[in-house]
């Protein structure tokens, strides 16, 4: 699934292709990935929109239209959002075209149909997006080891899956989370009320910089995921844990162990991220 650096890798890709242009016409093949309004109503309020802005909250990526509302869009397991040339061969399971003013299109691609498209008005309550319960971001001032230690601390839940909880930390997913916890040397199965004050400092000291460091290569690609110009990201060489089980860890020579937390593939370090 893309994650925070996906998503905002697409939406960087995107932003200089996207802002200032006009929607012309929306062409709904399978408009039953747009969740809200229908796929009418969706269509019909796009249409003639210029787009003004391009964002990301979370795992979700935001287009603002010079109405006000804005496009909301997540890509879940294998969505892909592309800018392609008119004449460009279209994906196989291209769902949603929006053709712009240039003569390009903005598509909407996805294997499994798992990835949500919705429109939210102006001045609607976001009561359907998810994005109404998601925590701070990993960028944000308020985020410390302190914030981590007040909202997941007392919580009888591993290490891993809190810093998963999307309610606690927007955007962080499966893979930087392996890559976090391997940095801090925190076990993933090691229960949030036994993390140290110490672990707590250092999970939040490594986040950020591994966020960066994956947006700085234009995100990680194993199989789906694409930027809003169709490019595999970079970073998959970069990864010190994720997708490694049974290979040497670069850190101390030891096989990275894997299990399953939450049911969610893990890897992790028995010497550098002990019980």
């Not at 591994?210 to 199989?223: D, K, P």
């Not at 670069?250 to 550098?272: D, E, N, S, Y």
Request: aromatic share 6%; net charge neutral.
């Amino acid at each position: 699934m893309p994650e925070l650096p996906e998503v905002e890798t697409v939406k960087r890709t995107l932003s200089p292709h996207l802002i200032g242009k006009t929607i012309v016409t929306c062409e709904n093949i399978r408009g039953e990935v747009i969740k809200h309004p229908d796929a009418a109503g969706y269509a019909a309020a796009v249409t003639g929109r210029r787009i003004e802005e391009l964002g990301r909250r979370g795992k979700y990526l935001l287009i603002r239209l010079d109405s006000g509302d804005s496009i909301v869009v997540h890509l879940r397991m294998t969505g892909r959002l592309l800018y392609a040339e008119a004449a460009h061969p279209r994906q196989k399971h291209t769902h949603v075209v929006m053709h712009l003013d240039d003569g390009c299109e903005l598509r909407f691609c996805d294997t499994r149909r798992f990835g949500c498209l919705w429109l939210l008005g102006k001045d609607e309550e976001d009561s359907f997006t998810g994005m109404q319960n998601l925590g701070i971001e990993p960028f944000d001032e308020q985020f410390s080891a302190a914030y981590l230690q007040q909202h997941l601390g007392k919580r009888k839940i591993t290490a891993k899956q809190g810093i998963l909880d999307q309610a606690v930390l927007a955007g962080l997913g499966n893979i930087y989370a392996d890559e976090a916890l391997f940095a801090a040397g925190v076990h993933p199965q090691k229960p949030c009320t036994q993390v140290t004050a110490e672990q707590w400092q250092k999970l939040a000291e490594a986040i950020p910089p591994i966020l960066c460091s994956s947006i700085a290569n234009n995100g990680t690609t194993f199989n789906d995921y694409r930027d809003g110009e169709g490019k595999e990201g970079a970073n998959l060489p970069f990864l010190q844990a994720y997708g490694r089980g049974g290979q040497p860890c670069r850190r101390c020579g030891a096989l990275l162990a894997k299990t399953r937390v939450g049911g969610r593939g893990t890897v992790f370090c028995p010497i550098c991220q002990p019980e």
